[in-house]
């Protein structure tokens, strides 16, 4: 709970289907079916999730975070707590200190699990949280992969050894060197919906029959060909998207390709 008409709501096996997952309202949405699902499997996992509420019920923050040798991202972090996703919603509720909070919560809990610190992959450019989000809250970062990402954490030990990410990823991307590959995880809710729509768009306005590829576990997506893991585009081994982007955005850049 917090103070005031804020408050924070942990979710739990119990009230799974009561909390609104990701900004998902709709229980018969497939992206929150899968969802839910998912996070059966992994609160049994010590996984961490918090909500921040409006007194009206509305969502408007959230945070994510799991023992760092569940991570659906391609990094090594066993022994910290790492934080798959942040983030604030509504003008209104930003640069209010409510991020600060949701990090102060993961801190907390590494603690009481006796972990080694915190750890989070951020960029340089536009993400779920700014990475200067963490940078005052005393994280520091150790690594970092192609293009812009980084790898943050906060040490309680500092003689601890460091996470870092995985490598190879030119070497992974060859995989799928043969014609659209879309690939994509339920560890995010909305790339069920993103998928299936370039999915449609390459089918009709390309006659491109894409493979979706969908990481079903922690080891597919700790060895995915990029840092972010969740959500890819590739065609014949080039890197198209590495988060989720709308079907016009994949319209644009497939049109200067195949120019």
């Not at 809990?109 to 750890?119: F, N, S």
């Not at 520091?140 to 943050?152: F, G, H, I, Q, R």
Request: aromatic letters at 12%.
């Amino acid at each position: 709970m917090m103070s005031g008409k804020i408050k924070m709501m942990e979710v739990s096996l119990e009230n799974l289907l009561e909390s609104p997952c990701c900004g998902i309202k709709n229980t018969e949405h497939e992206g929150h079916i899968r969802k839910t699902n998912w996070l059966k499997t992994f609160l049994k996992k010590d996984l961490k999730a918090k909500v921040l509420l409006t007194d009206d019920n509305r969502q408007f923050g959230y945070i994510e975070y799991l023992p760092g040798q569940y991570a659906w991202r391609g990094v090594e972090a066993d022994g910290y707590m790492f934080i798959h996703c942040i983030w604030t919603y509504y003008k209104k509720y930003k640069r209010k200190g409510y991020g600060k909070h949701l990090v102060q919560a993961a801190l907390d809990d590494a603690k009481k699990a006796k972990m080694k610190g915190v750890t989070v992959v951020a960029r340089k450019k536009p993400w779920l949280a700014s990475r200067d989000l963490f940078l005052k809250n005393g994280f520091e970062v150790v690594d970092t992969a192609p293009p812009d990402y980084e790898l943050l954490v906060k040490k309680f030990n500092n003689c601890a050894s460091n996470p870092q990410f995985k490598d190879n990823w030119d070497k992974k991307l060859k995989k799928y060197d043969k014609g659209l590959t879309i690939i994509r995880s339920d560890q995010c809710p909305h790339s069920v919906k993103f998928a299936n729509e370039i999915a449609e768009m390459a089918e009709k306005t390309y006659k491109m029959k894409p493979r979706i590829i969908e990481l079903k576990t922690y080891q597919e997506a700790q060895n995915a060909p990029t840092p972010y893991a969740a959500f890819a585009i590739i065609y014949n081994g080039q890197l198209l998207a590495d988060h989720q982007i709308s079907k016009t955005r994949f319209r644009n850049i497939m049109n200067k390709i195949i120019k």
